[in-house]
């Protein structure tokens, strides 16, 4: 019964349009900065984890594009997340909740100002067996590789777990590290996350603060000019639609990234193996 269920969804979301579905009891849930999922989901049994394919618009030089690319993937994203939890609450009678890919954020204190997010999808995706981690601090899934994001909603249906992914897809070559242009991943096992912000939002809260701090302090003319500026218009249209990232490296550089083509299942992992 439980087995037919969860093929049951993981058939929708591969329809829907995911690349992989993986399935974790919250017990396997191991994330330490973020919340006790309980306390967002009292009776939350199941966590349900999608995988998406990030296409080549990471690799562009050009950060519109880059950037134009992620924001579609995440917009598919939320309509896939909606339309799975719409059918575990209307055709299987459970509760369930889409969580957030990125935004809204807890913006306190405790929160770390936005640097921790209310569950960590990669977190969920080790506990689906849809990966192992990778120097650049990515999941790397078996098939994927690093060009991946994960969706995860949480349900109270009690669904059989996948196993973990024991293999490291991961060589340790280094590229990562060698070309991320914050030197962010220079410890192993952890992202200096400031120094990730500073370069990859440059138009982020942290911009913002910098240019209206200038401003204030600054003389009639120069708030005139200031405001003519390209940072104010770069500021004002990053802004206006979400954040936005200048940033890709760690997801483009990774060679597991450059996969044969295919669709999924369309045999083993076939990830260079160029140092």
Known sequence: MLEGRKRQIKDLALKLGADDVGFAAVADYDSPLTPDLHSIFPGVKSLIVMVFREASHCESDNMRIAMGGRLAIMEFMKACDYKLTHFLECDCQARAMSTPMSYPLNIS???KFGLIGDISHRHAAIAAGLGSWGRNNLVIHPQFG???LFSTILTDLELPPDPPVTEVACNDCNICVDQCPADALEEKGKTAQMKCLAHSQPYGIGGTIGFWTRFIDSSVEEQKKLLRSPEFRRLNHATSFTLQYYCFKCYASCPS??????????????FESEK
Do not use: H, I, S, T
């Open 257 to 270: 990234g450059r996969l044969a083509r295919g669709r999924r299942g369309d045999g083993e992992p076939q």
């Open 146 to 148: 690093a060009r991946v």
């Open 109 to 111: 204190p405790e929160g």
